[in-house]
Every structure is written in C-alpha cells, then in structure tokens.
C-alpha cells in the first residue's frame, strides 16, 4: 500500500502528464528521423499572443533547411507556460530545445534534465564568440562555474533602461511651466495639471501623475511606482533580479529599501498625490487594463499628465498625435535631496541581456542536429531574423557586411499585433559591429534614456547596484522565496492602504512595520544577497 507521501508523488506526475498533452514528447535515447531520413528536432518556443505561428515565419524554413534536419516548432503563450512549467520539469517532459522557456536556476535544481551547452562551446563558435565579445552575458548565466542556459543579446541600442519617468510636455508648454527638477517643482506642475484644463477641453479630467498599481508578489516591478525611490538617491533597477524585492547596494553593502526612511518619505509623498487629487485615489489596485485606457483615451485629447513607462508609446501608437505630447525627463530630487545626489534605474544590461532563451534537453536524440540549430540560431543571419522577421519576406533588409534596415512592413505587421518575429524572445545575439535602422522600439528607447545620462553618473554601477550576474545558491533560493512569500502577504496591504488612505506618518505604525519585516526574515534575505554579491562582485 502507497504511503500518502508516495501517492501525492505519483499524483503530482501522473497530473503533470496529463498537463503536458500540448507539449512536446521529451527526447528518447532511440535517435527519430522524418521520412526522408532527416533528423528531427522538436523546439518548444514561449510566445506573445500578438507573434505569428513559427510556421508563418519564413526564415524558420530557411533554417530548417540549413540544419538539414526535420523541426517540430510547438508554440505556448506565457500563460499557459506558466502554469506548465513547473509540470514539465516534475515530468521530465522537455523538448530538444526550449525557447525562453528554462532559465538557468531551473537547470541548476534539475540539472540532470539538461545538457550543459558550455561543454559543448566547440560545436557552437557562434555562442563562443558571443561570450568572447560580451563577457557579461556568459556570467549572466553561469551557475556554479557551469553555463546550461544560453542566454540572448539584442542590439547594442538596447544597452538602456527600460523604466522611464514620462511628462506632458505639450501640457507645460501651454501652461508655460519648466520641466520640473524637484519634489516642491513636482508638486506645482501637478496642481497646475490639475486645475488649469492643460488639454482644453473644458473638463477637469486631467490626471496629474498615473501610477501603476502595486503589485500584490512584490514591492517593485516593471514601472513600479518605487522607481521614485531613485529621487532619494537609491537606485533601483527594476527590469528583473532583487531589486522588485526591495534589494539594493551601497558602496558595497546590501540593504533593503522598504527599511529605510527614504521608503517612507516616498509613500508619504504619493498618499499626498491621492489626498490632493493629483493621482486617482483608486491607482494602488486599479488593473492595466483600466490604467492603459487612462494613459491612451480616446487617442486624440490627453488626459494624463506623468507617468512611469518605457518610452511615449505609453499613451499610443509611434508617431501619433497623442503619444508625441510626452517627453522623458531625469527623475526630480526629493525634499532634501541635492540633484548630486539623485540617481536613475539601472537596468540597462537586465535591458539588452536576457538569462532564459536557450535550453537543451539532456535526452535529445538527436544531439548533434540540436546543436548545429542552437549555432544556426546564434548566428548574425538568423538573430537578426528572429528580431526583424524574414529576409525574404521584406521585413528587414540587410543594407552592409553587418548593418540592416528594419522595413516599413515590418513596422505595420507590429501595429496590427501580427508580429513575424520574435523579437525580444529571440535565441540569438547582436554583435555591437552591427548597425540596424529602422528599429523603432531600439531607437525609442535610447532616446527615452538620454536624459538620465548625468543620473547614470551619480554612483558606482558594480559598488551601488547589484551586478545582473550574481546569483544566489539552490538552498539560499529556496530560503529567500519561502521569505518572500510569507514577507509580501503582510508588507503589500499595509504599504496599500499607507499610499492610498495614510498613515505611515504614524511612528507607532512605522515602528511596528519595521519589526514585522523583521519578523518575516527581511534580513535573513540581505544577508544571502550579501553573501551572494561578496562572492561574484570581485
């Protein structure tokens, strides 16, 4: 008779089989090949829902034909991954190659299930290259002194973060303000948005500030509100890693920002917005759907003044007449804070460089075939296909020896979301001797970035922010996760109900905040991260 410990394991992966149904047969030990003789290579890709079928994509055929092998594409959106994941490595059920699907921390807990590609650095010069040329991308995904997943690079035009602090400047203009530099400038821009009908209408439908909501996981995120912790002279870098846990570095020391009075300074300041109405009363749980409608209205009168983003396309399409009132400016110094000392978020490398778009199979039947794909797609030809869409197509054109030119084709097939492309999820990467035109969101992006250049160089970029590339061990993963989960529960509604409704004014709720954090290992997790940058940061 089963132990009930031994039937919930054989429940869990008779369940996780029954998941799998869509996905792709793990590798045999029997080598398979098509009718014509060919090997077959099975590659599982994790796609966006406005990305065509792989079988649309012409260069997929190219490809298939340059391997000489037989490719089984199976596609998964990112929700359905994410509820498959975890089934599929339970299962054992993994394709001969994966496509942003494993990162490198699943391969590390699972490393029987992997083949490490770093022994196999011979048979893909095109990924030994890529780690010769950009070093940072090979310790982004070393684990251990082994590399597993490969990760991916886009162009060097991306080497820019990807959080943003956007303004009306069609709305200063008409009401002849200055682009504001601190938090007392802030405040008036904010009251004038308010009540002056910066958009004409006769309405008072303005929105002076739109933040993003809260995330309930996390305390920091994709245009998290927090980004504004940068005013206080703590840099964030929020496109992935530590820091959406409130992790940060100072001169060498890890600490976590929700201990610190600079947090509390700034969900001071944003329950201010909300008490004067210069952010909605409602923003801390309002959900994107009802956030973008905000932002982008009816595509024609503007109805909001700042923002947190990625660059204009915030408030529409490229080139229309509502996204081009908004202009990026560097982040305004909080009270008390000399502009010396303020600071923006660091996430250009977590921006161009990527941890998770490569796997392998370590039963892959037909591992020579799976390596001479992985070289084929590491290689200029196809990473720029997989960024741009096809040649043959006419999305892209190659213009030089190694320059390129994103065309006007490609730039509609993106506004109709029917994407030829992977774009961002390619596995592949750019090499800075690569030029590209016509990349709308590279070139967006970097202009995006340009005002921050002299915040960039307000602090240490290794010594004030933690290296992309250092990682934290399986047992020290699992410890600062159970931490998370357990510290989020609590942290999150409190600090909601402080930014919407107040109180963190109160010492006595403050003090008993700080405690709690306490209480839910908050330092047990700084002293990992610690531990972690101590070891990689030499």
């Not at 089984?72 to 990112?78: C, M, P, T, Y």
């Not at 990473?383 to 043959?392: E, P, T």
């Not at 979301?417 to 774009?423: M, N």
């Not at 602090?459 to 510290?487: C, F, W």
Request: proline share 3%; charged share 25%.
């Amino acid at each position: 008779m089963l132990s009930r410990k031994t039937a919930v394991k054989v429940g869990a992966a008779i369940s996780a089989l029954a998941m799998l149904g869509s996905l792709a047969a793990c590798g045999s030990s029997k080598a398979t090949t098509d009718s014509n003789g060919k090997p077959i290579v099975t590659i599982l890709v994790v796609k966006n829902s406005n990305q065509t079928k792989m079988a649309d994509m012409s260069w997929t055929k190219d490809l298939e034909a340059d391997c000489d092998c037989s490719i089984q594409w199976k596609e998964v959106s990112d929700d359905q991954w994410g509820q498959q994941k975890n089934a599929s490595l339970a299962a054992g059920e993994i394709s001969d190659l994966n496509i942003r699907a494993f990162n490198p921390d699943d391969a590390a807990r699972n490393s029987s299930a992997f083949e490490q590609l770093g022994n196999d650095l011979d048979k893909l010069p095109n990924v030994k290259k890529f780690f010769k040329e950009q070093p940072t991308a090979k310790k982004l995904v070393t684990v251990d002194g082994k590399v597993t997943v490969l990760p991916s690079s886009r162009t060097k035009g991306f080497l820019a973060s990807g959080q943003h602090f956007m303004i009306n400047k069609t709305w200063l203009d008409k009401l002849g303000l200055s682009v504001p530099k601190t938090w007392d400038d802030l405040r008036k821009v904010m009251q004038a948005f308010k009540t002056q009908d910066p958009n004409g209408n006769g309405q008072a439908d303005e929105i002076a500030f739109n933040p993003r909501e809260m995330n309930t996981g996390k305390i920091g995120d994709w245009w998290s509100p927090f980004l504004m912790m940068n005013s206080t002279g703590i840099a964030t870098y929020f496109n992935s890693g530590p820091s959406q846990q409130g992790i940060y570095v100072k001169n060498g020391k890890v600490a976590n920002w929700m201990q610190t009075k600079q947090f509390r300074q700034v969900i001071e300041f944003y329950h201010e917005m909300v008490k004067n109405g210069w952010a909605p009363s409602d923003w801390v749980t309002v959900k994107d759907d009802k956030y973008n409608a905000r932002n982008q209205s009816d595509g024609k009168t503007a109805k909001v003044g700042m923002v947190f983003g990625w660059d204009e396309s915030a408030f529409g399409s490229y080139g229309s007449d509502l996204a081009n009132q908004y202009i990026s400016i560097p982040i305004p110094s909080a009270d008390g804070v000399s502009a010396e000392d303020t600071v923006w978020d660091g996430s250009s490398e977590a921006n161009r460089y990527e941890d998770y778009h490569m796997s392998m199979s370590a039963n892959a039947a037909n591992k020579d075939a799976c390596l001479k794909v992985i070289n084929l797609l590491y290689s200029e030809k196809y990473s720029i296909q997989q960024l741009f869409g096809s040649f043959s197509d006419g999305y892209v054109k190659k213009t030089g020896a190694h320059s390129y030119k994103v065309t006007e084709k490609f730039h509609k097939a993106q506004d109709a979301s029917k994407i030829p492309a992977l774009e961002d999820r390619l596995a592949g990467w750019v090499s800075d001797d690569v030029t590209v035109e016509g990349d709308r969101g590279m070139d967006h992006v970097a202009n995006a970035d340009k005002p921050y250049k002299e915040q960039y160089s307000h602090y240490d970029h290794t010594k004030d922010l933690m290296p992309i590339y250092v990682r934290i061990g399986e047992s020290d993963q699992n410890a600062v996760a159970n931490n998370n989960t357990a510290l989020f529960n609590y942290a999150i509604p409190v600090v909601s109900k402080w930014l919407s409704q107040g109180g963190v004014e109160d010492d006595s709720q403050w003090n008993a905040f700080q405690e709690n954090l306490k209480k839910y290992n908050i330092d047990q997790n700084t002293e990992i991260w610690q531990k972690a940058y101590n070891k990689y940061v030499k």
